[in-house]
């Protein structure tokens, strides 16, 4: 069942990736599935905290990913994700995944609960209901994060390809 899941979630995030990626859907969530099942000690509280943890383990495969194919030919593949609200994966505006990780760190650093709203609904597809359920917070507080959460990634992801006005 969670296997199933996982490769859902994988499939709908891989969905928005170019063609020549080679990653393929059923390679990333084995790789998830086998870090989370080496977890020890991880008190599982629900499902929502499960798959919040998945989504923190996505977004790591992805991006190492990402960083081995640039390392081994300069200039590497780009892998172009997206935000858009209420979409897991857009393909109108596209940022780069590592970019979009350092944007995230950057986050983070002002503001640790926006950050984690975007992993959990980006990376782990993660409704608002059950954001709030594993940040412990309102539905309500979750759809007001990641809206201006969203807003900055955007604005920051835009100044960093040259398209926005600049810092």
Same mark, same amino acid.
């Given at each position: ?32 599935? +086998?870090?989370?099942? %080496? ?10 905290? !499960?798959? /919040?943890? *998945? $989504? ?50 950057? +986050?983070?650093?002002? %503001? ?10 980006? !990376?782990? /597809?993660? *409704? $608002? ?39």
């Amino acid at each position: 069942m969670i296997h199933k899941e996982l490769h859902r979630l994988a499939r709908r995030y891989m969905a928005g990736e170019s063609p020549g990626h080679t990653l393929q859907t059923t390679a990333l969530v084995n790789e998830a599935y +086998l870090r989370l099942v %080496d977890v020890k000690n991880v008190n599982w509280q629900n499902r929502a905290h !499960f798959f /919040g943890v *998945s $989504a923190q383990v996505m977004r790591h495969i992805l991006v190492d990913f990402a960083r081995s194919r640039r390392s081994i030919k300069r200039g590497g593949e780009i892998f172009t994700v997206s935000l858009e609200e209420g979409s897991f994966v857009s393909r109108t505006r596209g940022a780069d995944v590592m970019a979009l990780d350092d944007a995230l760190k950057t +986050l983070a650093a002002m %503001d640790p609960r926006r950050s984690r709203v975007v992993e959990l609904r980006f !990376f782990g /597809g993660l *409704s $608002a209901g059950e954001a709030a359920e594993v940040l412990k917070v309102s539905p309500e507080t979750v759809l007001h994060d990641w809206k201006l959460a969203k807003a900055w990634l955007l604005r920051e992801l835009s100044v960093d390809d040259g398209v926005g006005g600049g810092r």
